[in-house]
């Protein structure tokens, strides 16, 4: 059993997906971060920088922080979508993902989606380095089924999520054809459709 402490976030959605991609059977534990609960001690006591996703293996007696570091070891745990032989192209882009397309977008819909209109220069500079990352995803895939190869993995799932806000985006995912290709081929998959409703409100992947 893991139990998986989230939010209905991008970052949420990665592991709830890879959870269901692996067959694990899981809880979610819901944590509130409109109303602040990740600060609470509790909480920060398993999540250092009081940030979610954390799960927690029971089996294992094993916490995790960090979603990357989560789809590592349940990569590792179920030894699939995170292959021995192309590990080192796989954590290249698992590690994109981290450092710069979710943070980039992260911004992006601070100051687009969610605080229009209170900084001009925020916004330009979001929606310029937004753009560049549809671009660049889209010029990887041209040369790639998936981003690490030709196999689905833990690097996809991880930046699945983060391109699925796209109508917060406001940039076309349709325009980039191959970003659109693989978005599709993604969202089609039965374990990523039950995991991105992870709090079972019906919530559908949103299409292309």
């Known amino acids: 059993m893991i139990e998986l402490l989230t939010a209905n976030t991008p970052n949420g959605k990665k592991i709830s997906i890879m959870l269901e991609e ?3 059977d899981y809880k979610v534990t819901f944590i509130d971060i409109s109303s602040d609960d990740q600060f609470k001690p509790k909480f920060k006591k398993i999540s250092p920088f009081s940030k979610i996703p954390v799960i927690k293996d029971v089996k294992n007696n094993q916490t995790i922080f960090e979603s990357g570091a989560i789809l590592i070891y ?6 699939k979508f995170y292959n021995e032989k192309d590990k080192t192209e796989i954590n290249q882009w698992l590690m994109a993902q981290m450092g710069y397309v979710g943070p980039m977008l992260g911004q992006h819909h601070q100051f687009h989606h969610y605080n229009p209109g209170k ?3 925020g916004e330009q500079r979001y929606f310029k380095i937004s753009k560049r990352i549809y671009e660049e995803l889209d010029s990887r895939l041209k ?6 190869g030709e196999d689905y993995t833990i690097a996809d799932i991880a930046t699945f999520p983060w391109i ?6 406001d940039i076309g995912l349709k325009n980039y054809k191959n970003l659109s290709r693989w978005y599709s081929e993604i969202a089609s998959r039965p374990a990523v459709i039950k995991g991105f409703d992870l709090m ?7 299409k292309v």
């Open 22 to 24: 692996i067959g694990y």
């Open 74 to 79: 349940l990569g590792e745990q179920s030894g």
């Open 119 to 121: 900084s001009e220069f």
């Open 143 to 148: 040369l790639s089924k998936f981003l690490a």
């Open 164 to 169: 699925a806000r796209h109508e917060w985006h």
């Open 200 to 206: 079972k409100s019906g919530e559908e992947v949103p």
